[in-house]
């Protein structure tokens, strides 16, 4: 599947490619994902938590900037993850471009996901709004770590801590997303009713 986000961080562009492409920083924003530092070989050591109900499935693997070009201030990060107890697999690529915009800077991902196993099981277009939600929750992280007028950023250490990440609470997502499918598509005709 394919996601397509585009976001604004308070800051300017290039501290908002330094942020990008500090994956220990960036893996406290994904929703349930916890990064640790890197590997010899570049590659970080990742896990990432989703609770579906009674089912809990837990992936780790490995995440890389697997291209960076800092003059176009562009990036691409690469995952490789497995379900530790299941079959299934999730690998990823996110190309992230920041460039000036809005209040600072404006960044826009692409981001082709591969799943399978039991996460592939379920409905397609399902998978692709949680998907994107996820993404969304990760962009608004990011821009929250920018404070100030000048957007200063935040001298934080991550927010994750060694251990279980919390998991994504999958069931919540997806309430959310079939409560947006209702409202889309009775909201328009309340709105009907109401004025008549």
Excluded at 26 to 55: F, R, T, Y
Excluded at 139 to 150: I, M, V
Aim: overall charge neutral.
């Amino acid at each position: 599947m394919r996601i397509e986000k585009r976001f604004e961080i308070p800051a300017p562009p290039v501290e908002a490619y330094a942020l990008l492409i500090d994956l220990e920083r960036v893996g406290s924003c994904v929703p349930g994902g916890e990064i640790g530092p890197a590997d010899p070989d570049g590659a970080h050591p990742a896990k990432i938590a989703v609770k579906l109900g009674p089912m809990r499935m837990t992936y780790g693997g490995k995440v890389r900037i697997g291209e960076a070009d800092d003059a176009a201030r562009r990036a691409v990060l690469e995952a490789d993850l497995r379900e530790q107890r299941g079959q299934g697999n999730a690998r990823a690529q996110m190309t992230m471009t920041v460039s000036e915009g809005g209040a600072g800077s404006q960044v826009e991902t692409v981001t082709e996901v591969d799943l399978s196993g039991r996460a592939a099981q379920m409905a397609q277009g399902m998978i692709d709004e949680v998907a994107d939600r996820i993404v969304g929750d990760m962009a608004n992280c990011l821009a929250s770590r920018f404070d100030g007028p000048g957007g200063t950023v935040d001298g934080g250490a991550p927010a994750s801590t060694p251990g279980e990440p919390k998991p994504i609470n999958g069931v919540r997502l997806m309430l959310g997303v079939l409560w947006g499918r209702i409202r889309r598509a009775f909201g328009g005709r309340r709105r009907g009713d109401a004025s008549a």
